[in-house]
C-alpha cells in the first residue's frame, strides 16, 4: 500500500538558520499536503500542491514538489521561535491521504 | 463557520471498558476522518467515512469503529479498551477528497 516516509524525524535548529525536511512516497501522488502541530495544539493546514515540480512560497516557507510527484520538500529560511512544532507531509493517492510521521522542530535561542 | 467540534475533550476508562468519541465536521463537509496520535508515531489513520459510508480503513483491530450519521457527524467506538489505547484522538472534516483536511481540538483518551 501506499507509504509516505518523512525525514528526519527531530530536527534541532539555532535560531536564524535554515533547514528542509523531506517527503517520500512509494506511488505517485495526486497532491502532497502540508501541515503543522504546534506543542498542545491540532494539525493546522499550511499549503497543497499539486503539479508536478510546482513551487510555493509562504513567506519564509518554500514547499516543493517533485518532477515525479512521489516526493516533496519543506524549507524554512531564518528560523524563529514561532517556527517550533510538528511539520506532517500528506500525500493523496487513490482517494487516500496518508500522513508521513512529522518532522518536530526545536528552536535554540 | 464554526470548526470541527471533538467532544469529550478528556475521557479516563479503565481496562475492558468501551468508549464513544463524537465529532461533528465543518458545515458542509461530508468526510470525517479519524486518527489516532501517541508520542512518536505520528497520526495513525483509523478510518474515513463519506456520506453515512466507510471509504478507507486503516490497520487497526475490530476493537476501532466507527459511524457517520445523515448530518455527517461521526462517531468512533472502541471496545475492551487497552492500556495501548491511550492517545489524542483526531478527527477531521474536508469536503470532499483531495481537498485540505481540518482537524479538531482531539479528544485525549486515558486508560487506566
Known amino acids: 500500500g501506499q507509504q509516505v516516509m518523512q525525514i528526519p524525524q527531530y530536527q534541532h535548529v539555532q535560531e536564524g538558520e535554515d533547514f528542509t525536511t523531506y517527503c517520500n512516497s512509494s506511488t505517485t501522488l495526486s497532491n502532497i499536503q502540508w501541515y503543522k502541530q504546534r506543542p498542545g495544539g491540532h494539525p493546522v493546514f499550511l499549503i497543497q500542491l499539486v503539479k508536478s515540480g510546482e513551487v510555493k512560497k509562504q513567506k519564509r516557507l518554500t514547499f516543493q514538489f517533485g518532477e515525479a510527484k512521489k516526493n516533496s520538500s519543506l524549507h524554512i529560511t531564518a528560523t524563529q521561535t514561532t517556527d517550533v512544532g510538528t511539520y506532517f507531509c500528506a500525500g493523496l493517492g487513490d482517494y487516500k491521504l496518508s500522513f508521513g510521521a512529522g518532522t518536530t522542530v526545536t528552536v535554540r535561542a | 463557520k464554526a470548526g470541527v467540534t471533538q467532544t469529550p475533550r478528556y475521557l479516563i476508562k479503565t481496562r475492558g471498558q468501551q468508549v464513544t468519541l463524537s465529532c461533528s465536521p465543518i458545515s458542509g463537509h461530508r468526510s470525517v476522518s479519524w486518527y489516532q496520535q501517541t508520542p512518536g508515531q505520528g497520526l495513525q489513520f483509523l478510518f474515513e467515512?463519506?456520506?453515512?459510508?466507510?471509504?478507507n480503513k486503516g490497520n487497526f483491530p475490530g476493537r476501532f469503529s466507527g459511524r457517520q450519521f445523515s448530518n455527517s457527524r461521526s462517531e468512533m467506538n472502541v471496545s475492551t479498551l487497552e492500556l495501548g489505547d491511550s492517545a489524542l484522538y483526531l478527527c477531521?472534516?474536508?469536503?470532499?477528497?483531495?481537498?485540505?483536511?481540518?482537524f479538531g481540538d482531539g479528544t485525549r483518551l486515558s486508560i487506566l
Open positions: 467515512y463519506f456520506s453515512e459510508t466507510q471509504r
Open positions: 477531521a472534516s474536508r469536503e470532499q477528497g483531495g481537498q485540505p483536511q481540518h
